[in-house]
């Protein structure tokens, strides 16, 4: 019957459907049909993401009076501690600040230790800046902006505390957590820069990781400060 209807349509000038040339079936759209509205979909969602800057600068609707007092005393207490290890001499080690990450320091030399020995010593300091780092990435992704601008803060700030004993590998005359100094005991700068052939420019290395982190901490200050003021215009009474 398919076929005497075919021919007599072909007889008739008539060009067949496809649902008519599979027997009134019509064969199945393929994915290369759907790909132009899938593109548009995808161009449509591309536009409504919020930018960088809105993300960052995002707060909360509703900000607990409390909460908000609670950071403006947190934001004061980072500023003027931050501000203090950042004047401070480079043969003055941050004994405060570098109880906050001597723990991911030493936890660094033993997670790095299987990927080689400059890795095994350089893990030290990665570890110390990777976990403040994945602080505030990790709090940023959970909404909470100012918690990612307090923990970047802790990162220009551990920057700042590793460029102290950059700065001492020249000279070293900093206790050591094993005890001694690097003159006479193991020092992770002391071993990096020699091999780098960069002992003679330690001070220099080390004057720039302290800019580094001074800029670096500055910038966290700010971004905590403008998010501190946003929270202020949404202010509840709780």
Known sequence: MTCEVMCNETENGSTPTPAQRTGGIAPPRSDADDRPMERAHATLDDDDRPSWRERLLDVPDDVPKSAWLGRMALFAVVT????SVVVGRMTDPPSVL???????????????????????????TLGQLLVPLACAISLQRRGDNFGAAIA???????????SIYAYDAFDPVLPLIGGGTGADSFHDFVFLF????????????????????ALALSVSLVWAAVLLFLQSERLAER
């Open 80 to 83: 003027v501690w931050g501000a």
């Open 194 to 213: 020699e091999r780098a052939g960069q002992l003679a420019h330690a001070h220099g290395w080390a004057v720039l990781m302290k800019a580094v982190g």
């Open 152 to 162: 970047s803060a802790w990162l220009a700030l551990s920057l700042v505390d590793a």
């Open 98 to 124: 570098h109880l906050t990450v001597i723990l991911f320091h030493e936890a660094g030399h033993v997670f790095f230790a299987p990927f080689g020995e400059v890795l095994r010593v350089a893990g030290g």
